[in-house]
Every structure is written in structure tokens, then in C-alpha cells.
């Protein structure tokens, strides 16, 4: 089995492979609803997200490219 450091270097830099490692996540929560005061939703719908992420950017560019080079080797051809 190749350490984490070494899957990396295989893989130029991309986590993929980890099969091995599984992580979970467990939770107990209690949720109180006695006070029911206050509105049940927004006024407004935030003006942008609260979240953002550019995690999957290069992936996400990755395949339009891909899909890109695709259509143009086949915009000429018919079936």
C-alpha cells in the first residue's frame, strides 16, 4: 500500500486513489422547538451565496475542454 505522499506523486497532485482511505462522520444532535417566534423564511433571498468553493475548478474546466475537443473532431462527421 503506497502512503498518501506517494499517491499523490503517482498521480501528479490529484487525490484520487484513496480507496483505502474512508473517513465517516457521525452526529447527535437535540433540537429544541419550544420558542417558534420569528419568521419561517427570509424576507429576501441573500443577494449571494454564503458559500463558495473553487474546489472542483480545475476538474470542472478539465472536462469542458475535453467536451470541447470532442464536438470539434465530430462536427463534421455524420452518421
Request: glycine share 8%; aromatic share 4%.
Amino acid at each position: 500500500m503506497r502512503t498518501i505522499a506517494q499517491q499523490l506523486a503517482a498521480t501528479g497532485g490529484r487525490p484520487s486513489g484513496f480507496d483505502y482511505l474512508r473517513l465517516g462522520l457521525s452526529m447527535h444532535t437535540d433540537v429544541n422547538i419550544r420558542n417558534q417566534d420569528g419568521a419561517l423564511l427570509a424576507a429576501a433571498p441573500p443577494a449571494k451565496p454564503l458559500l463558495t468553493t473553487d474546489a472542483y475548478a480545475k476538474q470542472i474546466a478539465e472536462a469542458e475542454a475535453r467536451i470541447e475537443q470532442i464536438v470539434r473532431a465530430n462536427l463534421g462527421r455524420r452518421g
